[in-house]
Structures are given as C-alpha cells and as structure tokens.
C-alpha cells in the first residue's frame, strides 16, 4: 500500500511539474503578445504622430477613385490637410493583410475602382498609363503596409511589384480576357 501511495505520489508530483512549465509557457506567449502589441501601437505613433482614431477608419467619401481627376483632387486634399491621410492609412491597416500580396489585393479595390486600375501603372512609363508612384494612393498603401504587423519589413520595391501585378491583373479583373470572357460565357450559359 505505501508503495503504491508513493507511485502515485511520484506521478501527481511530474503532473504538477508538467502543469506548471506548460502554465508558465502560456504566460511568457501572453507576455510576447502584449509586447508585439505594445510595439505595433508604438509605431503607429511614431509613422503616425498625435492622431489618435482607433481602427477601423473610414476611407473619405471620394474614395475609391473613378478617375484621373478625382485622383489629383485627393493629392490636393492630402496636400492641404494631412488628417486626411492618416484616415486613408488607419482605414488600410484596418484592413489588413499576411503578405504583401494580400495586403495589396484586399487594399486596392478600396482605393481606385478597377476601370481606373486599367489606366495607370506604378510608374507610368508608357505615355497613356497614369504614375501612381508619387500619389497619395502609393503613399498611403506604402505607410499602411509598413503599420501592418504582419507586412511592416516589407520594402518599397515589394509593394512597386506587387502593387504593378494587381494593377497589370485589371483587365482580367474586368473580364476582359479570354479566359475571363470564356469564363463569362460559361456562367451566362450555365444559367439560361
């Protein structure tokens, strides 16, 4: 009898030790999260000083942007009051991302409407297309991507290329494809 009160004693005892180091290990986990916490608000305040809007944050009523006008007005706004920007950036970190792809993919549609998309390129090098570069539709995805926990050492050539491949992927977007059309075709048919 003594000898199985000690057995079990022995298994209560590596139990608890168990217990103990996994309770311990879910304490450091909440300890690292609130410091990546505490960081992430940090440098939302260090990109974004004195401006202090929990997220999500609309967009202003103008976006998403319809054309080549409506996106010098924006940069003229921006320009002039720069509370607008920090409300474009708190909107688009709201919205957030894992990569920078995602990032991009879930944030542009919000910006310009995807027949403006087909108009512009990130540096417009071809005499039709639109430079986004120095916009405030760049500059605010680049400031939002850098805020993005999970986006922010990305570089500005990530969010160049991967802001050119969604805008290279509008005419697909339109349905203006083949693939897309066919695609289009199929559906209409599959309905009637």
Same mark, same amino acid.
Not at 3 to 6: F, G, H, K, P, T
Not at 99 to 116: A, H, Q, S, V, W
Not at 118 to 133: M, P
């Given at each position: 009898?003594d000898?199985?009160?000690?057995a079990?004693?022995?298994?209560?005892?590596?139990?608890?030790?168990?217990?103990?180091?996994?309770?311990?290990?879910?304490?450091?986990?909440?300890?690292?999260?609130?410091?990546?916490?505490?960081k992430?608000?940090?440098?939302?305040d260090?990109?974004?000083?004195?401006?202090? +809007?929990?997220?999500?944050?609309?967009?202003? #009523?103008?976006?998403?942007?319809?054309?080549?006008? $409506?996106?010098? !007005?924006? /940069?003229?706004?921006?320009?002039?009051?720069?509370?607008?920007?920090?409300?474009?950036?708190k909107?688009?970190?709201?919205?957030?991302?894992?990569?920078?792809?995602?990032?991009?993919?879930?944030?542009?549609?919000?910006?310009?409407?995807?027949?403006?998309a087909?108009?512009?390129?990130?540096?417009?090098?071809?005499?039709?297309?639109?430079?986004?570069?120095d916009? +405030?539709?760049?500059?605010?995805?680049?400031? #939002?991507?850098?805020?993005?926990?999970?986006?922010? $050492?990305?570089? !500005?050539? /990530?969010?160049?290329?991967?802001?050119?491949?969604?805008?290279?992927?509008?005419r697909?977007?339109?349905?203006?494809?083949?693939y897309?059309?066919?695609k289009?075709?199929?559906?209409?048919?599959?309905?009637?």
């Open positions: 009898m000898v199985a009160l000690r079990m004693d022995a298994r209560l005892q590596a139990t608890l030790k168990t217990m103990g180091h996994k309770v311990l290990n879910v304490q450091q986990d909440i300890k690292q999260m609130s410091k990546s916490v505490y992430t608000e940090r440098n939302m260090l990109i974004l000083p004195h401006f202090k +809007v929990s997220l999500p944050t609309e967009l202003p #009523a103008a976006f998403p942007i319809k054309d080549g006008e $409506e996106l010098k !007005e924006m /940069d003229q706004l921006v320009k002039s009051d720069s509370g607008v920007f920090k409300q474009i950036v909107a688009l970190v709201g919205v957030g991302g894992n990569t920078i792809d995602e990032f991009i993919r879930r944030t542009m549609p919000r910006l310009m409407k995807n027949e403006f087909k108009c512009c390129s990130v540096f417009g090098k071809k005499d039709d297309k639109i430079r986004l570069k916009t +405030v539709i760049f500059n605010s995805v680049f400031a #939002a991507v850098k805020m993005n926990f999970a986006t922010k $050492e990305c570089t !500005e050539k /990530d969010v160049e290329s991967s802001m050119r491949k969604w805008l290279q992927t509008s697909d977007r339109a349905g203006r494809s083949r897309g059309q066919k289009r075709q199929e559906r209409d048919n599959a309905t009637i």
